[in-house]
């Protein structure tokens, strides 16, 4: 296993990240404690307090695993052609990565929600989530122009395709955990990818892929 400088276990780490979102799951921000993060952990507070000085420090830390996370999930650069990378990426920021990890992409979402409506009071909040908004916009504007240069895609203006994906899946995410409705993400991937094929894809590339 071995350890790292102060001779804990490397993956001390990871088990508390497991256990933040456990019990993020299970109470919610509201009602989210150091405490009930210790009751899903192997090991005592005073290790979370060890790590982190308190509940936001460690909520931060959580957002940059799932940044971390999210990163490995879409290392799709160079795999496939740009039309079949983009809707690729729709799915797995819809429905999760094809191979379900740790968490449970709907679970997740529905706890996540409350982390974000503190942000606009939590600055630290607000950075982090930031960040990991402008990771993925950044992988989809680098999908978009890489299809330009390919001459897949039009000559469109990449940071609006990407604006146009996010708020569209992010507005559809929240909408389907919110109001329980589980057909939500299905309309939206269907919707999202008749756009791209009108506006998005040349016609003789979409004849060919599609």
């Known amino acids: 296993m071995g ?3 102060d001779g804990e ?5 990871e088990a508390i990240m497991q256990a933040t979102y456990r019990a993020l799951c299970k109470h919610g921000y509201a009602n989210l404690t ?15 307090h060890y790590h982190y000085d308190t509940k936001e420090a460690l909520l ?27 809707e690729a990426l729709i799915d797995t920021l819809l429905f999760g990565p094809p191979e379900r990890g740790t968490f449970d ?6 706890a996540m929600l409350e982390v974000r409506t503190e942000a606009p009071h939590n600055d630290e909040f607000c950075r982090q989530l930031s960040r990991n908004y402008e990771t993925v916009e ?12 390919q001459g897949v895609f039009r ?3 990449p940071e609006q395709v990407a604006t146009l994906l996010l708020a569209s899946i992010n507005g559809s995410r929240i909408y389907q955990v919110t109001l329980e409705r589980d057909d939500v993400a299905e309309i ?13 894809y040349r016609p003789d590339s979409t004849d060919e892929a599609h």
């Open 155 to 157: 000559d469109v203006d």
């Open 9 to 13: 276990p490397v993956d001390t780490e």
């Open 188 to 200: 939206t991937r269907a919707s999202l990818r008749a756009i791209l094929r009108e506006w998005l």
């Open 3 to 5: 350890a790292n400088a």
């Open 34 to 48: 150091m405490q009930a993060i210790a009751d899903e952990f192997d090991k005592t507070k005073g290790v979370l």
């Open 105 to 110: 992409h709907w679970e997740l979402t529905t």
């Open 60 to 86: 931060v830390a959580f957002l940059e695993y799932l940044l971390s996370a999210f990163e490995q999930n879409i290392a799709v650069e160079g795999r496939g052609d740009p039309d079949e990378r983009l």
């Open 138 to 149: 950044a992988t989809v504007i680098a999908i978009v122009e890489e299809g330009i240069e």
